[in-house]
């Protein structure tokens, strides 16, 4: 093995090392917020409340009042159904778990597009305070952006492998996305889109066709 090489391998090993501390870190701030985030907040309690309505048709009248489409609530509806919605603590475990997912979608995301480690993303998203409190927070938000960030890893494999897998996952991805928060339509978009120049570019018209 050459010095290069060698170097090449040390970075890597560092890096590798940065990246797990990085996210051990991101998970005690996770960790810390659920055991300190207090009681449910307002639109918190409306979440649940609406959630644990007595049948899946008054939850459904009742979305008329809501500002986020249905999938959040029905997710919610399923984690309260395990009897861990009794409680502050079982809720704020949701929340929680919740943000947990979202760092693991980077770390995916970014061995999906090429990269070893998401130190970038990881710094700059998963250490901010307001990444974790609206993520972890019992509203649409947290699960929104996991399946977000979800959808572009996936719809990435569709431009570079466009296998029936690949391509059920993406679409079943989208379409959870945007039926979680409204503004998540527009990046789809955008991710579609840029899918769409990566493949005009280097000729993959069927690529193409199927991203559109």
């Known amino acids: 093995m050459s010095i290069e090489e060698l170097s090449l391998a040390r970075i890597s090993r560092i890096e590798w090392a940065v990246g797990i501390i990085v996210t051990l870190l991101i998970i005690y701030f996770h960790v810390t ?7 449910l907040w307002r639109d918190e ?24 489409p249905v999938l959040s609530n029905i997710v919610l509806r ?26 693991g979608a980077v770390w995916l995301n970014a061995r999906i ?6 130190l970038l993303s990881l710094i700059l998203f998963g250490f901010s ?4 409190q609206v993520g972890d927070y019992i509203r649409p938000y947290g699960l929104g ?23 059920f996952a ?3 991805f989208a379409c959870l996305s945007v ?6 339509a527009f990046l789809l978009a955008a991710i579609c889109l840029g899918g769409i120049a990566i493949t005009f570019r280097e000729a993959m018209w069927k690529r193409s066709s199927l991203l559109l």
């Open 33 to 39: 917020f659920m055991l300190h985030a207090g009681p």
């Open 145 to 167: 952006i996991f399946l977000i960030l979800m959808t572009f890893g996936l719809i990435w494999k569709v431009t570079q492998s466009p296998t029936p897998c690949h391509i």
């Open 78 to 103: 399923l984690w309260a159904s395990t009897g861990l919605g009794e409680t502050d603590s079982g809720i704020r475990l949701f929340g929680f778990l919740v943000g947990v997912f979202i760092i």
């Open 45 to 68: 309690i409306n979440s649940i409340q609406l959630a644990t309505m007595p049948s899946l048709s008054e939850m459904w009248d009742s979305m008329q009042y809501e500002s986020f």
């Open 129 to 132: 305070p307001l990444s974790i």
């Open 113 to 118: 597009v090429g990269y070893s480690v998401p």
């Open 170 to 172: 993406a679409t079943v």
């Open 179 to 184: 039926q979680c928060l409204y503004t998540n």
